[in-house]
């Protein structure tokens, strides 16, 4: 158990559909990241919160869309899902930014989600 | 655009036998990190390289950070069936924060 927790671990949807994506960081971790991670395009950052507040974002497509809660808890929401965004998405937490230092992630199992 | 790219791509190996995969860029890192991913779990994280030039040992892995900070190595010496996985390196960009950009990946396999 590395201390993140994702839920739901798989999920089956049709296409045009909703779905939320869950994750609690690592005791005492402020910062949380969302990534995708599909066969042909590896492990893609989406978002990053840090202690409730949006710090990065990278190829996360409009239809996508996140939040971080008061209690650090993230979740991503994802609409008018397409057959490509059938993939693994990863939350993984560190203790901060790391503006002066970098921290190592601690990743969660993923969840599956598959678009049909 | 992918900024690591991550050499080889497979690779399947004997048990006993020494392996080296490589990650390379055209970017200058703040830090670099290797991770090991098996099937059905998140990456766990391996290293942490922040000096050019530095070398990390961790039991038969041997981490090497490029000079320039553009490049890595993970060396493993006598593989086992139990390295077999999913090996990713990692590079946070000066002055972006803790954010992570991913390479290709290595898979490797170690066989009996």
């Known amino acids: 158990d590395s201390g993140v927790t994702q839920t739901p671990k798989h999920l089956i949807t049709a296409t045009g559909q909703r779905v939320t994506l869950r994750c609690s960081p690592r005791s005492g971790d402020l910062s949380v990241y969302w990534y995708q991670q599909s066969l042909d395009q590896g492990l893609q950052f989406l978002i990053q919160?840090?202690?409730?507040?949006?710090?990065a974002k990278g190829n996360i497509l409009e239809r996508f869309s996140a939040q971080q809660f008061p209690d650090l808890h993230s979740e991503l929401n994802l609409s008018s899902l397409e057959l490509g965004d059938s993939a693994l998405y990863f939350c993984?937490?560190?203790?901060?930014?790391?503006?002066?230092?970098?921290?190592?992630?601690?990743f969660g199992s993923g969840t599956r989600l598959t678009v049909v | 655009t992918q900024l690591l790219e991550q050499s080889p791509q497979f690779l399947s190996i004997q048990e006993g036998e020494n392996l080296t995969v490589y990650c390379n860029s055209s970017s200058v890192f703040s830090s670099l990190q290797w991770y090991r991913q098996e099937p059905g779990e998140g990456p766990v994280l391996l290293v942490t390289?922040?000096?050019?030039?530095e070398v990390k040992k961790l039991k038969r892995l041997t981490f090497q950070f490029g000079d320039a900070r553009k490049d890595s190595s993970l060396h493993i010496t006598a593989a086992q069936t139990g390295d077999t996985g999913l090996y990713l390196c990692?590079?946070?960009?000066?002055?972006?924060?803790?954010?992570?950009?991913f390479g290709t990946g290595t898979q490797l396999k170690v066989e009996l």
């Open positions: 390289v922040v000096t050019g030039g």
């Open positions: 990692a590079g946070a960009k000066p002055g972006g924060g803790n954010k992570l950009t």
């Open positions: 993984a937490s560190s203790p901060t930014t790391g503006t002066n230092k970098n921290y190592g992630y601690t």
């Open positions: 919160y840090y202690n409730g507040e949006e710090r």
